[in-house]
């Protein structure tokens, strides 16, 4: 049973950069791709960011060009770098194994990001 735990989220200006964790245990991380998603209130949970085993990114056009997804095997550890921030970046930040129809995983708690001034 794979556990997911996400830290880095916080209260930030527009403008402002943010660097989220994830780390993964219980299963073999390096042969999964993973996923960055984020539920905003009142709206469906969407991925933002994946990353594949070997490293090929994908992102969403809303944060294409501003979020850097990456991943470390030897830690069992995915990042977000979220750059430029805009306030309809605020959302509960979650990661996940992605299968090929989409998360596998239990959902962990997530991390809040706040983009507020």
């Known amino acids: 049973q794979v556990q997911l735990v996400e830290s880095g989220g916080g209260l930030v200006q527009p403008g402002g950069s943010l660097r989220l964790s994830c780390a993964a245990s219980?299963?073999?991380?390096?042969?999964?791709?993973m996923g960055w998603y984020r539920q905003a209130p009142g709206k469906q949970r969407e991925l933002v960011a994946a990353?594949?085993?070997?490293?090929?990114?994908n992102y969403a056009d809303s944060v294409k060009g501003r979020f850097i997804i990456s991943r470390d095997n030897a830690k069992n550890t995915v990042y977000l770098q979220m750059n430029s921030l805009k306030p309809e970046d605020t959302a509960v930040y979650y990661c996940?194994?992605?299968?090929?129809?989409?998360?596998?995983?239990?959902w962990g708690q997530g991390t809040q990001v706040t983009v507020s001034s």
């Open positions: 219980g299963g073999i991380f390096s042969i999964n791709a």
């Open positions: 990353i594949t085993s070997g490293g090929s990114t």
């Open positions: 996940n194994v992605m299968g090929a129809a989409g998360p596998v995983a239990s």
